[in-house]
């Protein structure tokens, strides 16, 4: 039976690319999105309808899927607002999404890895956790979510489990349309080679990190930026 990735947002963006490589890879690939539109047709390919915002239905969704190898928790969401002017539903679903959700996937997942003493998790962060970023609570969920990495490394590595982060600068996603373009034009100035990055760089080093990368590459964060942010 071919290993199975559990992939959010799989749909589109980094995800989508993510879902090919996989498959591309032979492993059977089961996509969660609210949308129920996907640009590939393949018989190792599920897409599953549902909301990551309903937290409390995270457990009933794992129990229902066959056991997962490895976990992609690509699924996000940026509004880019003022934090002065930032609605409280707005912020709800932000950290549900962003930090919540992969969370409750990592606690729920891993349940199985541990009792097969393997597997392999990414969680796609972003620039804007190691940064001071306009959306403040899109930094703050992003940095939540690349210390949850290194908490959940520490207390799943024991157990044969290897789980990491990818911090991406800007990506030619549909997340780059609520960044106002003076934004975007001092980023392309920052960066080495004048362009966001594609979906597919992204891409292929979270899926490097769910399959082939040593297990001894484990709590660590991968910058993707390009020169925006050196360190």
């Given at each position: ?27 059977r ?25 309903h ?54 997942v ?24 306009p ?95 050196p360190?």
């Amino acid at each position: 039976m071919p290993a199975h990735v559990l992939i959010t947002g799989g749909n589109k963006g980094i995800g989508l690319e993510c879902s090919r490589l996989f498959l591309a890879a032979g492993y059977r690939v089961t996509v969660v999105a609210r949308s129920t539109e996907i640009a590939e047709q393949h018989p190792n390919l599920t897409l599953l309808p549902f909301d990551l915002c309903h937290i409390d239905q995270i457990p009933a969704l794992i129990q229902q899927l066959p056991e997962i190898d490895v976990l992609i928790n690509n699924a996000g969401v940026m509004f880019s607002l003022p934090h002065d002017n930032y609605p409280a539903d707005k912020t709800a679903t932000l950290m549900k999404l962003n930090i919540e959700a992969p969370v409750a996937l990592i606690r729920e997942v891993s349940r199985g890895m541990i009792r097969r003493g393997r597997g392999r998790i990414v969680n796609n962060a972003s620039i804007a956790g190691q940064i001071g970023h306009p959306d403040i609570w899109y930094g703050i969920s992003k940095a939540g979510l690349i210390n949850a990495t290194k908490s959940f490394a520490k207390l799943l590595g024991p157990h044969g489990i290897v789980i990491n982060a990818v911090a991406p600068g800007p990506v030619e996603t549909d997340m780059l349309d609520v960044i106002p373009e003076p934004r975007k034009k001092a980023i392309k100035q920052a960066v080495y080679t004048g362009r966001f990055a594609h979906a597919d760089e992204v891409a292929k080093a979270m899926f490097w990190l769910g399959t082939d990368s040593p297990d001894y590459i484990n709590g660590t964060c991968i910058d993707i930026n390009n020169g925006a942010f050196p360190r």
